[in-house]
């Protein structure tokens, strides 16, 4: 069974993040997962200028998703930063590519789930997944989300993402927060959980 990890990342967060949806996923006797990223669209001049760039070449040698690659998958779980409360660029430029698969029904049946981030809290880090699951939908996918169960939001004890469409982490205003891991193990939780649940589906 195959769950693939689509990704974007700027600054590494979603990266982070993305490798322990990965880790979990493979918890799941019999599954082999594979990281991905979507192309980028931001010039050169201007990942140089804000950073990203050096940020980038921390996940430089994970593979460029392409549509296509998405066909052999029973699942696959997308990661995207937030932007004014939707998917970021890079993330909507790939998913409409995948026009030719719909066409043949190729992901009808699938698993899909969504993970995010955002500089603040909140931040619009559900409206980002929600609104991916539209897409999600369109394409005949079945929507997971992240129990409540294991959504650690339940403690004032420390800033936190997490909700019950997704893992989530926040940034910072400046970006330095790096994922705590409060919010590692739900993405764990959630990469194990989407892999369960494809399992169960590929047996049927």
């Not at 009808?108 to 789930?113: D, N, T």
């Not at 993402?161 to 705590?180: F, L």
């Amino acid at each position: 069974m195959k769950v693939k990890v689509v990704f974007y990342s700027m600054y590494g967060h979603i990266y982070r993040m993305a490798e322990a949806v990965a880790e979990g996923a493979r918890e799941v006797a019999g599954t082999e997962v594979e990281l991905l990223q979507v192309p980028e669209l931001a010039p050169e001049e201007v990942l140089e200028r804000s950073g990203a760039k050096q940020a980038q070449a921390a996940f430089a040698h994970i593979p460029v998703a392409k549509p296509d690659d998405l066909a052999d998958a029973d699942a696959v779980i997308l990661g995207t930063p937030t932007r004014f409360g939707n998917m970021c660029a890079q993330m909507r430029n790939f998913l409409d590519q995948t026009g030719p698969l719909w066409a043949r029904n190729a992901l009808v049946g699938k698993v899909g789930s969504v993970f995010t981030s955002s500089n603040t809290q909140h931040g619009g880090q559900e409206t980002t997944i929600t609104s991916s699951h539209s897409t999600l939908l369109h394409l005949g996918m079945v929507v997971v989300g992240l129990p409540y169960s294991e959504v650690r939001q339940t403690t004032l004890d420390e800033i936190t993402g997490g909700s019950p469409y997704g893992a989530s982490t926040i940034a910072g205003p400046d970006g330095s927060r790096m994922p705590s891991e409060n919010e590692l193990a739900m993405a764990r939780f959630q990469g194990r959980h989407v892999a369960a649940i494809a399992a169960k589906l590929a047996r049927s």
